[in-house]
């Protein structure tokens, strides 16, 4: 088993910075990809961005690109999402999710076993 526990968040005005971090634990060794989802309240759970836990490759959502930054320390089997030039549009629900498979589209949160508890990012206009 594994077990993911988010930090960060908050609520900030529109164009400022927020950072998320997930600390993962128990069996990390057999994770291949952890990345980021957000949910806003009435719509689908959708990816924010995923990191390749061995070889560290990053995968973006078109809608972050050039804002948002998905890193790790692999010491601290943490993984971080930087937020920046942030947008209303960037309000919901913000989940840490691990996956110890290494078929299926990154974005799919079906393909995720484990998943953090959510923290909340709220941006203002």
């Known amino acids: 088993q594994v077990q993911l526990v988010e930090s960060g968040g908050g609520s900030v005005q529109a164009g400022g910075s927020l950072g998320l971090s997930c600390a993962a634990s128990?069996?990390?060794?057999?994770?291949?990809?952890m990345g980021w989802f957000r949910q806003a309240p009435g719509k689908e759970r959708e990816g924010v961005a995923v990191m390749h836990t061995r070889y560290g490759g990053a995968i973006y959502a078109d809608s972050v690109k050039g804002r948002f930054t998905v890193s790790q320390d692999n010491g601290k089997n943490t993984l971080y999402l930087q937020m920046s030039s942030l947008k209303p549009e960037d309000t919901a629900m913000y989940y840490c999710?691990?996956?110890?498979?290494?078929?299926?589209?990154?974005?799919?949160?079906?393909?995720?076993?484990?998943w953090g508890q959510g923290i909340q990012v709220a941006v203002s206009s």
């Open positions: 128990g069996y990390t060794d057999t994770i291949f990809w």
């Open positions: 999710a691990a996956s110890s498979s290494t078929y299926g589209a990154w974005n799919v949160p079906s393909n995720y076993r484990y």
